[in-house]
Structures are given as C-alpha cells and as structure tokens.
C-alpha cells in the first residue's frame, strides 16, 4: 500500500513536470518576427539628420544666390548712373563746343557789319553835303571794302569758294541748273557760273549752280551752213 502511494506520488510528480515543461519556451530564441515589427528609432534619426542637412545646404545656395544678385544689380545700376553721367557731360561739352565754335563764327562777322554800317554813315552824310557823286564813291569804295574783309575773314574760317567756270562738271561740287550747246567748249565743260559754290576742306558747304556744255545740235549746224 505504502508502495503504491509512492508510486502514486511519484506519477504525480511526473505528471507536473511535464506539464512545467511543457509551459516552458522552446529553446529556439525570440520570435524573429517580433523583431521586425519593432521601430529603428536610430534609422530614422539618421534619416532625419540627412534631411535636415539638405535643407540647410539649399538655404545656403538660395541665400548665396539671392546676394550675388543683389551684387549684380547694384553694379548694373552703378553702371547705369555713371553712363547718364557721362552722357551728361558729353552733351554739355558738345553744347560748349558748339557755341565756342558760333562765337568764333560770329565775332568776325560783326565787324564786317560794323564796315557796313560806317559805308552806309558816311554815304549818308555825303549825300546831305549835297555831293551824290562823292556819296556814291564813298559808298562803293566801303561796299568794295567789307567785301574784301568778309572774304578773308571767310578764308581764315576754312571757307574757301568752288571754281567753276571752264572746269569739268563735277557732281560732288557743282550742281548743273541748264545745259546749252557749245562750239566752243568740250561737252561736259561749266560754261557759266549762276551761283558760286563754298567749301570748307573737304566738305561742300554749298554746290556751285551752272550751265554745262554739250554738243552742237544737227539744226543749229544745219543753220550755220
């Protein structure tokens, strides 16, 4: 009887080991797929980190950007305040040049004036005299005069008159008014000055107006016979 109790202890005890054991995990470690699940928190602080780190690197870009335009344009408007500047003064020394350049024009015209006016006076006063003879040789003589002292005043400027008569026509100095058959002169040859031309160095100030010459006509050889 004793004997059987042992045994039925003994049973017993085998029983709840097993069943201890089977309570027990397997020895095969975690569950791998528990692992999985779990979050990286270091990934994604990395992640985040490499983020941030491009943002940054943009900003500074746009920043660097943004300033090397505003360089640009305040060089651009720096440049264009020094070209309005020098427009300026180009139009200023133009203008100064332009009224230096009348009064040397000017200065010596109004002393031919003053010739004038001193002929005309001092006809004048002969003609009062009642001596119209003397008047009109004073007033030739002073006429003569000015004449003379306009024309070198004309040459000291440069302006020099376009000889015409007996030279060949030429376009760039003479301008043809008529053309008129000529025995006497080559066809193309200035027979007569209508209006006398100028220039100053090489530049025509004034084309001379004339009458060239051409051939005789077949009527006009036909009256002569």
Known sequence: MSTDQSNGRQTANDSSAD???????S???????????AP???GEA???????QKIQELTEKVEALEEERDELNERVLRKAAEFENYR?????????????GMLEVIEPV????????????????????????AAYESLKGGVEMVFRKFRDTLEN???????????????GLHEAMMRQPSEEEAPGT?????????????????HSRVVVATEPSDEEDADDQ
């Open 190 to 206: 200035v027979l007569q000055e209508i209006r006398k031309g100028y220039r100053m160095d090489d530049r025509v100030i004034r």
């Open 40 to 42: 990286d928190e270091n």
């Open 157 to 171: 400027l440069g302006v020099e008159p376009i000889e015409a008569e007996g030279q060949p026509f030429d376009e």
């Open 46 to 52: 990395e992640s985040l980190s490499d983020s941030e």
């Open 27 to 37: 020895g095969e470690g975690p569950d791998p797929d528990l692992d999985e699940e």
């Open 110 to 133: 109004l002393e031919v004036l003053d010739d004038f006016e001193r002929s005309i006076d001092a006809a004048e006063e002969l003609e009062e005299n009642q001596d119209p003879e």
């Open 88 to 100: 300026r003064r180009m139009d200023r020394e133009k203008k100064r040049r332009h009224e230096a």
């Open 19 to 25: 069943s201890v054991e089977a309570s027990q995990p």
